[in-house]
């Protein structure tokens, strides 16, 4: 089982120090709703230790509204900075378009 409910902040903070064997990063969305659909775009972060539990951060990247072309940038910027600590990292899969799921 792994640390759940790490900000990404705290998460860099910690890999920095205690660097994983690599870290794989995926998106997840969150929906519900009685009244009205409501969403929220969250990128996961989990990091992989050789004799250890994984540590596994979330960071809200967009809500109902939000595009994969607004969050897409700012996702690949959080990413590129874990890559500068020379640590492997895995984008598992990125934001896509409800559009574009219907045709795959």
């Known amino acids: 089982m792994a640390l759940f409910h790490w900000g990404l902040e705290r998460f ?4 920095s120090e205690n660097k994983p064997t690599h870290i794989e990063v995926t998106t997840d969305l969150d929906e519900g709703g009685d009244a009205q659909y409501v969403c929220e775009h969250f990128g996961v972060f989990t990091g992989y230790y050789e004799n250890g539990k994984p ?11 939000s595009t994969p072309e607004e969050m897409a940038p ?3 910027a959080d ?3 874990l890559q500068e600590m020379k640590i492997d990292v895995f984008k598992i899969k990125g934001f896509v378009n409800e559009s574009d799921k219907e045709h795959s």
Do not use: E, W
């Open 55 to 65: 540590i596994v951060a979330r960071k809200k990247y967009g809500g109902t509204k």
């Open 79 to 81: 990413i590129q900075r």
């Open 74 to 76: 700012l996702f690949d």
């Open 12 to 15: 860099i903070r910690y890999v």
